[in-house]
């Protein structure tokens, strides 16, 4: 795979001189918080803030993932990079890439992914632990923006894999409110129609506990494009969060 840098964020990352793999692979910056060290290797996360942009660079080394197209392993960058674009490709609001790499060398199989941070935006779980003081107005509006995100990932046939308040990010627009996803590695197609949407959907309502019955109906409203399903769909959700409780 040849480095991607994108257009938007090439000029600044030259004049800094970070528009190539092994510069973004020496910088010296802080991670923001502990190592990954599963799957026999270490992946890190730094802020780089280039003066009028910011973004989090991503580093890791011998930290693979395994399938059929890749049996020996290649970098979870790769296939975050891959639904990346994919996201983008299909309108689906995410997090962007400025600059993606790997290299190989004896031993070693290292991956660079820069993505520019979402300064202005919070995570659904900030606006979650403050729920009960947030206008009605200001609720409504996040749970129909929430419902329409959900909804314009599954009509493009994609599954999250990680739909958490953790990795939807909000931020206000006058009286709505825009999203995007992060946390992208484990997308894959949508393959089982509505059991899937429901896996899908139901770790968001399980984990988003601030939220009554008024609320998932907003939502669903929002999902389901104001159709009569409601209620079915609070059904079925209720079930299967019963089904995976029970199995713990």
Same mark, same amino acid.
């Given at each position: 795979?040849?480095?991607?840098?994108?257009?938007?964020?090439?000029?600044?990352?030259?004049?800094?001189?970070?528009?190539?793999?092994?510069?973004?692979?020496?910088?010296?910056?802080?991670?923001?918080?502990?190592?990954?060290?599963?799957?026999?290797?270490?992946?890190?996360?730094?802020?780089?803030?280039?003066?009028?942009?910011?973004?989090?660079?991503?580093?890791?080394?011998?930290?693979?993932?395994?399938?059929?197209?890749?049996?020996?392993?290649?970098?979870?960058?790769?296939?975050?990079?891959?639904?990346?674009?994919?996201?983008?490709?299909?309108?689906?609001? @995410?997090?962007? !890439? &400025? *600059?993606?790499?790997?290299?190989?060398?004896?031993?070693?199989? =290292?991956?660079? #992914? $820069?993505? /520019?941070?979402?300064?202005?935006?919070?995570?659904?779980?900030?606006?979650?632990?403050?729920?009960?003081?947030?206008?009605?107005?200001?609720?409504?509006?996040?749970?129909?923006?929430?419902?329409?995100?959900?909804?314009?990932?599954?009509?493009?046939?994609?599954?999250?894999?990680?739909?958490?308040?953790?990795?939807?990010?909000?931020? @206000?627009?006058? !009286? &709505? *409110?825009?999203?995007?996803?992060?946390?992208?590695?484990?997308? =894959?197609?949508? #393959? $089982?129609? /509505?059991?899937?949407?429901?896996?899908?959907?139901?770790?968001?309502?399980?984990?988003?506990?601030?939220?009554?019955?008024?609320?998932?109906?907003?939502?669903?409203?929002?999902?389901?494009?104001?159709?009569?399903?409601?209620?079915?769909?609070?059904?079925?959700?209720?079930?299967?969060?019963?089904?995976?409780?029970?199995?713990?």
């Amino acid at each position: 795979m040849r480095d991607f840098i994108a257009v938007e964020d090439r000029a600044l990352l030259e004049r800094h001189g970070l528009a190539d793999f092994d510069a973004l692979w020496a910088l010296k910056l802080e991670a923001v918080d502990e190592p990954n060290t599963e799957r026999g290797g270490w992946s890190s996360v730094y802020r780089l803030d280039l003066g009028e942009a910011a973004y989090y660079l991503k580093r890791q080394s011998n930290h693979l993932t395994r399938d059929l197209a890749h049996p020996f392993g290649e970098p979870t960058f790769a296939r975050e990079f891959r639904n990346i674009q994919r996201y983008r490709r299909l309108a689906i609001p @995410a997090l962007e !890439a &400025a *600059f993606y790499g790997q290299r190989r060398q004896p031993g070693e199989h =290292r991956a660079v #992914l $820069l993505t /520019r941070a979402l300064d202005g935006w919070r995570d659904l779980d900030w606006y979650l632990d403050q729920w009960a003081q947030l206008p009605d107005a200001q609720r409504t509006a996040i749970l129909e923006a929430c419902g329409d995100l959900a909804r314009r990932l599954h009509q493009a046939g994609q599954m999250h894999g990680c739909f958490y308040p953790k990795h939807i990010f909000l931020r @206000a627009t006058g !009286a &709505a *409110f825009e999203t995007r996803l992060i946390d992208l590695e484990k997308t =894959r197609p949508l #393959l $089982l129609g /509505r059991r899937d949407r429901l896996k899908d959907l139901e770790p968001l309502l399980r984990r988003a506990r601030a939220w009554g019955d008024v609320e998932l109906r907003r939502l669903l409203g929002a999902y389901l494009g104001g159709t009569g399903e409601v209620h079915d769909w609070l059904r079925r959700l209720a079930r299967r969060r019963r089904d995976k409780e029970a199995r713990r």
